[in-house]
């Protein structure tokens, strides 16, 4: 397989299912056509991006079609009665499936297109003597630990958050943001082998909210799960990304 297709074609679902997807159109494209086109015309926008370093006619056509299979699920998915009942199960076979169709292509263009960077890439990289393919793996995996990883976090503690009081405490909308500086320390902390370190960031987390956790069993337990959970997608993007592919 060409895995230098395989990561341009995930780091470009990524960018489009989440980076590119605004909170306003992930809220309303649920019954809203406009909106759910205006989301997969963004991801077409974001799959036809990342193919620039290895364009050919053919690889844009197969991108499309990339994008459209995403429209048909997406639009299957807003149909589904009861969402709120299954919503977990449904974030993860939806995700799920867009990620093995990309696989699928991949492995299927490997086989029947001869994909290479275009010369201007491979000079750039030749003259700043890197590899593109770790690069884009550090890309890749950046781009996992943020958004899509706050984003599933906050689906899978949802039906745990309404056991929670809702206090004004700290400062607004920094507990994401604390969450993707913490996986991004782990993941550099797995990287450079430093696995002790590891526990001071996570004890040091567990600081700012010491007086909550031991005051309230409910915050705690999660705290506990939202903490587990965040280190475990980390640590997960590392062993598949860098441990698997530089191994």
Known sequence: MNYNLLILLLIGHFLGDFYFQTDEIARNKIGCKPKLIKHCLLYTLAMLIVIVPLFTPKLFIYSLIISFIHFIVDFIKSNIKNREKHEVSIYFLDQAIHIFVIIGFAIFLSKNLYIFYLDPIKKLFDLFKVNGFK??????????????????????????????????????????????????????????????????????????????????????????LGTFLSTLIAIITYLIIFSSFFS
């Open 135 to 224: 690069i884009l793996s550090a890309i890749l995996a950046l781009l996992i630990i943020m958004k899509p990883a706050s984003i599933t976090i906050k689906i899978v503690l949802a039906k745990y958050s309404g056991f929670i009081k809702e206090e004004k405490e700290g400062v607004p909308n920094t507990g994401a943001l604390i969450g993707e500086l913490e996986r991004f320390i782990i993941l550099l902390m797995l990287t450079q082998g430093q696995y002790a370190a590891i526990g001071f960031v996570l004890t040091a987390k567990s600081i700012a909210r010491y007086k909550k956790i031991v005051e309230k069993i409910e915050f705690s337990e999660y705290y506990v």
